[in-house]
């Protein structure tokens, strides 16, 4: 059964990771998105590594690529496609359906029923970051919109896999592994598709520490504890809180006003993160076949 502390703490991950948006827009260059996430998870990655001074053996070396590959090089390419192409609104409410996916996917390789209340909590943190976001000028791109939904399948993959592939190391190590193998990837994605960076500010250099070291290393570890101890389709829909965060971000940073229905949005979230986490403890108590 999990523990409200252990839930607290997975929290935690997405609700730094909604300052992301605020970081972005006021302390980093603006036009470099793949750069500015190999800046954030290679030298946090290598850091790491430095820490607890051990590589993956050559079996584990494949997994450890394809979990780099879904959590880090496609999940953060194609937000970046999705958030360019659409607007923020649009992007993150296509993106809130990985969920949905986390439940269907950890019922095909894990062998995780499905229950009702996932789903149900799954479909009203949609809606809740829905109303949050999305304005009456919501455009739909075609591109975006798919960019969008493979970034989400890219991440519910990546942490029904994380789930599934428990290696006999530390979570700093399966961090520190994870981190670097999607830095390196995304590495000649940036050399190639980019063009180099200008001199760094020191507010630029700033908001790249905060984002790998507190919005990756630290964050990351924590979901991974947390992907560890709770049910999928309970860790998956935590991730409602980071839209949350970003709004109130930007409501006590930036001074925005919170509408009526983002309250309601607000309300819809915290409702959803609560229902997924009851399901998630009924999921825990039956033991799949």
């Known amino acids: 059964m999990a523990r409200l502390s252990d839930i607290a703490l997975t929290a935690l991950a997405p609700a730094i990771w909604g300052s992301t948006y605020y970081v972005t827009t006021e302390f980093l260059p603006q036009g470099y998105p793949i750069t500015m996430a190999v800046l954030r998870a290679l030298p946090a990655g290598l850091l790491l ?13 494949p997994r450890i690529l394809l979990l780099g590959l879904l959590n ?33 996917i ?4 894990l062998n995780i029923p499905i ?6 909590s799954a479909l009203a943190g949609i809606g809740g970051v829905a109303l949050l976001l999305l304005g009456p000028s919501a455009a739909l ?30 979570l700093l190590t399966f961090t520190a592994w ?4 999607g830095g ?33 290393a630290a964050t990351y570890f924590i979901w991974f504890r947390g992907i560890s101890l ?4 309970a860790v998956s829909t935590l991730g409602f809180l980071s839209p949350l965060t970003a709004v109130l971000l930007g409501w006590i940073a930036l001074g925005q006003a919170l509408t009526p229905v983002q309250l309601m949005g607000t309300a819809v979230v915290l409702g959803s993160v609560w229902i997924s986490q009851i399901a998630g403890r009924r999921a825990a108590a039956v033991k799949p076949a």
């Open 49 to 61: 590594l430095l820490i607890v001074r051990r590589l993956p053996s050559c079996e584990w070396v």
């Open 115 to 120: 229950h009702a209340l996932s789903v149900v």
């Open 106 to 109: 950890a019922w095909c390789l």
């Open 141 to 170: 791109d075609p591109i975006g919109i798919a960019a969008g939904v493979a970034g989400a399948l890219s991440m519910a993959f990546g942490t029904v896999l994380s789930r599934k592939w428990q290696p006999p190391v530390s």
């Open 184 to 216: 390196l990837l995304l590495l000649p994605v940036a050399y190639f598709l980019e063009p180099a960076l200008p001199p760094l500010s020191a507010s630029n250099v700033l908001g790249i520490t905060y984002l790998g070291l507190i919005g990756a």
């Open 72 to 104: 880090f090089a496609v999940f953060w390419v194609m937000l970046f496609i999705a958030a360019y192409r659409l607007p923020g609104g649009v992007a993150a409410t296509v993106g809130a359906i990985q969920p949905l996916f986390v439940i269907f």
């Open 230 to 233: 709770l049910a999928p389709s």
């Open 178 to 181: 994870q981190l670097t193998a």
